[in-house]
Structures are given as C-alpha cells and as structure tokens.
C-alpha cells in the first residue's frame, strides 16, 4: 500500500473526463487499495481516482456508517428528494460550501470482481455518491456551490 499524492483545485486533471475501467488488473487493484489508504490518512469520507491523478472511473467512499464502498464505472440510475448541507473536498482542503444535492440515489456501479451490483444511498451517502461520481465527469462541488465557500476553521468557530 502508498498513500498517493492528492490533487488540489487547479489542476487541470481535474477537470477532465474519466475514462471507464474494462479489465481488473494488479495495477488497478493496487490503485484501490491506495485510494482508500489516502482517503482514510487525509480524514476523507470520499476520494475519486482523478483525485490523485487517474483518470479512470473509481470511487471509494466511507462515511463511517459500518460499510466501506468501491464503485467503479458508476451510473447513477435514480434520484429523489433534496438535502441542502455543508459540503468539502479533499481536493480544496480547508475549503468548504453549502450545495443542494439529491437525499436519495440509485446507483449502479462495478465492484472489485467487475460484477455488477446496485447501491441505494440516503443523506450522507447519497451526497457523497453524487459528489464523488461528479468528479469522475470533471466536476468539483465549488462549482454547485450557493453563496461563499467558507474556510472550515470558521465553521468550527461558529458551533462552539
Ligand atoms: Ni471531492
């Protein structure tokens, strides 16, 4: 396992498509096994592969509910309802916004022996698939956001 350098906000990689995963191979396993390491050492609840410089279509997720999630080539069938909350990236560190986002999705996506499963998210997950599945469309939440990003020291300030 390596931790893998994450990109910031400006990087043009960011902001490209992601192309989707056709094999399982070693390098793409080490890739997930990495991803998860790097999204836990940077206290991250969601990291996608263009994050740290792949573009390939692959999420991971773990928003501390018991379960840990890897989609690949996910594709969000359905969506309902709406959550209006804070939002952050690990890609604008320090950063964060309030974005509107679905409270329920349907995703289907790929595991780690490319077979096909169905995840439905609520709340949380549900942002964090649609937030995650937008970087792999080049996407970054400040883009959706409404009103200031704010630094998330403010934030802390305000609920003390
Ligand atoms: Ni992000």
């Not at 206290?43 to 573009?55: D, E, F, N």
């Not at 604008?92 to 409270?103: A, F, L």
Request: a negative charge.
């Amino acid at each position: 396992m390596a931790l893998r350098k994450v990109r910031t906000m400006g990087d043009e990689i960011l902001y490209k498509h992601c192309k989707p995963v056709k094999v399982m191979t070693p390098r793409i396993a080490q890739l997930i096994e990495d991803m998860f390491e790097t999204m836990y050492e940077n206290c991250g609840v969601g990291l996608a592969a263009p994050q740290v410089g792949i573009l390939k279509q692959i999420v991971v997720i773990d928003i501390e509910d018991g379960d840990q999630y890897l989609l690949i080539n996910p594709e969000i069938m359905e969506e309902s309802g709406s959550q209006t909350g804070h939002e952050g990236c690990l890609s604008v560190p320090g950063k964060s916004g309030i974005v509107t986002r679905p409270d329920y999705v349907k995703v289907r996506a790929l595991d780690e022996n490319m077979e096909e499963f169905v995840l439905e998210g609520e709340g949380m997950l549900a942002r964090a698939i649609c937030h995650e599945c937008d970087h792999l469309k080049g996407e970054l939440y400040v883009s959706r956001v409404e009103g200031e990003l704010v630094d998330v020291e403010d934030l802390e300030e305000e609920e003390e």
